[in-house]
């Protein structure tokens, strides 16, 4: 079984950035797709986005991230990443990482039911 732990988490103003991290172990991080998902108060998870094994393949959830959010990983490193621009108050939320067997083209769902490992989450806080 694959562990995860994210980090790169924070408080940063409205239009800030930040690189969330999410390092791997116990399992060969090269065979999974790798993916992050978020939860705000009081909300239900929403997936963020994902890449495939490879890394040459990634998806997003263009309704809430819209070209601000970047996923990449290192294969090398063990480590994928999301790279979160333009923040926004609304993106205030613990954001986890997940892996899984297999990477889907189409889209995700927001239950996450196409990974079955997950972090710890790590907090992001967006001061208007």
């Known amino acids: 079984q694959v562990q995860l732990v994210e980090s790169g988490g924070g408080l940063v103003q409205a239009g800030g950035s930040l690189r969330l991290s999410c390092v791997t172990s116990g399992g060969i991080f090269s065979s999974y797709a790798m993916g992050w998902f978020r939860q705000a108060p009081g909300k239900e998870r929403e997936f963020v986005a994902a890449?495939?094994?490879?890394?040459?393949?990634?998806?997003y959830n263009r309704n809430s991230v819209k070209g601000r959010f970047t996923i990449s990983r290192d294969n090398a490193k063990n480590t994928v990443y999301l790279q979160v621009n333009s923040l926004k108050p609304e993106d205030t939320a613990v954001y986890y990482c997940?892996?899984?067997?297999?990477?889907?083209?189409?889209?995700?769902?927001?239950?996450?039911?196409?990974?079955?490992?997950w972090g710890q989450g790590t907090q992001v806080t967006v001061s208007s």
């Open positions: 997940a892996a899984g067997r297999r990477y889907y083209s189409g889209s995700y769902s927001d239950a996450g039911a196409e990974f079955g490992s």
């Open positions: 890449i495939s094994q490879g890394g040459t393949n990634t998806a």
